[in-house]
């Protein structure tokens, strides 16, 4: 783990990565839960205003030793999420852009 106020390439640690391939449009967001790392994507620039790629994906720690699992699919902008034991929980916006609402999920 980085210690904060060191770049990426230093203070000790030798970061590597995790998971690669990310669909970089718009924000991502992470969270974990100490046994799996769960994050946003969303696959379409939102430019498009093609709604309804975006995803939220986990993979086990400390490696992510098999393919990344979409626990959601068929989300127009995936924000902030949190975990608990049971479920992932995050914001998501509709089309218009103007109505936010909160979901869950199981894990």
């Not at 640690?13 to 946003?40: E, I, K, R």
């Not at 498009?48 to 393919?67: Q, V």
Request: negative net charge.
């Amino acid at each position: 783990m980085l210690e904060a106020g060191c770049s990426k390439s230093g203070c000790g640690d030798n970061p590597t990565t995790y998971v690669s391939g990310l669909a970089g449009y718009g924000h991502l967001f992470m969270a974990s839960d100490g046994q799996s790392l769960y994050w946003t994507e969303v696959t379409t620039p939102p430019a498009t205003r093609d709604f309804g790629h975006g995803l939220i994906r986990k993979c086990r720690i400390p490696t992510c030793d098999a393919e990344p699992t979409t626990v959601v699919s068929g989300l127009n902008t995936p924000g902030p999420l949190v975990v608990d034991d049971d479920y992932v929980y995050w914001i998501d916006v509709d089309a218009t852009g103007d109505v936010g609402q909160i979901w869950r999920a199981g894990k």
